[in-house]
């Protein structure tokens, strides 16, 4: 048993070394996160048992058609996430990501989440391939406002009286054109990417590993289950909790950066 342990101790701890060497040695590394990212701060993934996507299912209340059908609907799960989101502070592996960016050793994180906790953590260069919950739009005259401004209004409405989009990205809406070139761009120059708490089932979002790959770049996946890149792109898997897994790497890349630097 303590043989076993021991074993899988050394086998994380030489995994760890070999991402934080892949860090050192890229010139252009980007992240891509997902949901898992942030369940350690509170904000439950799509595949979470319990909570808010049991009793809202996300193919019912996170379409665009649903929000046009019956935006008062939609609403109900919107307030409720708005308040766990809204709690939520950045958890160790935001903080690692934004720590890597300081270091030099991370040029960019395209995230699939709408919860602003990776600035709040310190990166400083984010692509929210989803959009963002802190901006609400009108659908029908155009209009925007501060999500901040709004609070209290259940559902919030347009000065046109019509209710409020949040500007994240639902099922079945265009990605903000920016993002996606800019992701493509990054993505087809990537000679790393670290990929961290997604399942890659979401389009267009999981083509960005592939196109990475194509260029040539090293892929370390951190995820609690293995996903369907595991045995595909990935290069290192690191199974575990995002939040104790990318400080280890964080650590050993600023040894091997000291070691290289004081050399
Ligand atoms: P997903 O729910 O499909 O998958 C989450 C993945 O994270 C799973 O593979 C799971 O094994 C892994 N995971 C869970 N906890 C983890 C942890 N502590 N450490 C490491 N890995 C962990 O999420 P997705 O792939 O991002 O796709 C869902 C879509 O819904 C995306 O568009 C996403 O942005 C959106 N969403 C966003 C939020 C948010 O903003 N925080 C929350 C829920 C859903």
């Not at 299912?57 to 929000?67: G, L, Q, R, W």
């Not at 990166?123 to 401004?149: P, R």
């Not at 196109?211 to 770049?217: E, L, M, P, T, V």
Request: charged letters at 25%.
């Amino acid at each position: 048993m303590a043989e076993d342990l021991l074993k899988r101790h050394s086998a994380i701890q030489g995994l760890t070394e070999a991402a934080a060497d892949i860090l050192i040695r890229s010139q252009a590394t980007l992240a891509l996160t997902g949901a898992g990212i942030s369940v350690e701060s509170g904000i439950p993934d799509f595949r979470s048992a319990g909570g808010l996507w049991s009793r809202y299912d996300p193919a019912e209340y996170a379409t665009i058609d649903a929000f046009r059908a019956n935006p008062e609907k939609v609403w109900q799960m919107l307030m409720e996430m708005d308040a766990i989101v809204g709690q939520a502070k950045p958890n160790q592996a935001h903080l690692a990501l934004g720590e890597l960016e300081a270091m030099r050793l991370l040029d960019c994180v395209i995230t699939q989440n709408i919860d602003n906790l990776h600035q709040a953590g310190g990166s400083k260069n984010v692509i929210e391939y989803h959009g963002n919950s802190s901006t609400l739009s009108c659908l029908w005259c155009g209009k925007t406002y501060k999500a901040e401004e709004k609070r209290g209004e259940t559902p919030p409405r347009c000065t046109c009286r019509n209710i409020l989009k949040p500007d994240v990205v639902f099922f079945g809406e265009a990605i903000p054109e920016k993002a996606m070139r800019r992701s493509f761009d990054l993505a087809s120059s990537a000679q790393a990417l670290l990929i961290i708490g997604t399942s890659a089932v979401v389009s267009p979002v999981n083509t960005i590993p592939s196109i990475a790959k194509r260029n040539g770049a090293k892929i370390i996946e951190v995820n609690k289950e293995r996903t369907h890149l595991t045995d595909t792109l990935t290069d290192i898997f690191l199974q575990g909790n995002a939040g104790e897994i990318m400080p280890r790497i964080v650590a050993a890349a600023k040894k091997k950066k000291e070691g290289v630097t004081s050399s």
